[in-house]
């Protein structure tokens, strides 16, 4: 069994009327062509963690299993299945130009948020498909999010999240290991980081790709009023077991305790291992 994905989703049993803001986090593990759909919230885990391999790659909406079966280090996928897969190449886009032209003519047609993310005293800027914003911002943590423009193309989008990332002085990606510093970020520097750069934004030519924004705080959707204390990272290795009562999860940070205490696992790290659920 091996993990190939980790994401926040609906959970629709508890909550049709309002889904975005009942998003919980599920790891999916595939054994052979079966895909087990892993709950987190509420739960208890226990695993082993085996040998790290690629995950494959995405196809004209079909997966393919990774033709050589290699093994991969910190990266889920090899190189040659990177290279395969419709889109892991919009990942590198800067807006300068498009280096997937397969994919141009959808990306010309679909709308995209910039979005502001908030992490405590961190601020990023990002790009979400129009329809999936809230779970954008859930999947990376944040303490507060803000829409602040809507485009059309992601070329363009692509292209204005580089400006407004050059004329604020901010990332455009976030480390693992910063997420597990933020992980109890104050939500009153988070909102004034937002409310500061957006101001800085209307005043310095950038206003016309501007929209009145939207913010949300989403620190309580990660149920990290269960965490007392700061976790320890844990290492995740060949060999290595995780086991215990999962308490909340900010992002791709997962928080667990056990008999030895509190520790928080990087479920990002885990795509592509092999693993062993312990009875």
Known sequence: MQIVKYKWETNRMQNRLTPSLNLEPFLFAR??????????????????????YCIGYSKNGRHFDCPKARTVDNEKVCRECALSDDFFLCMKCTGEECINEDQRPSCIENKYFIYLAAFNSMLKVGISYQFRIM????????????????????????????????????????SGIDKQKMLFGNIN??????????????????????????IYNLQGIYRLSEVKQ????????EGARIEGDILAAKGNIVVIKNGSGLFSVNASKLLGCGIELLN
């Open 31 to 52: 054994d052979g062509n079966a895909v087990t759909k892993i709950k987190l919230f509420d739960e208890r885990i226990g695993m082993t963690i085996g040998k790290k």
């Open 135 to 174: 779970e954008r911002l859930i999947e990376q943590g944040a303490d507060m999010g803000a829409k602040i423009g809507l485009v059309k193309d992601g070329k363009t989008a692509r292209e204005i999240e580089q400006k407004i990332g050059r004329e604020l002085n901010i990332i455009d990606r976030m």
């Open 189 to 214: 520097v988070a909102a004034m980081n937002i409310f500061n750069a957006y101001n800085k934004l209307k005043s310095n030519g950038l206003s016309s790709y501007l929209i009145n924004p939207e």
């Open 230 to 237: 700061m976790p320890s990272p844990f290492d995740l290795r």
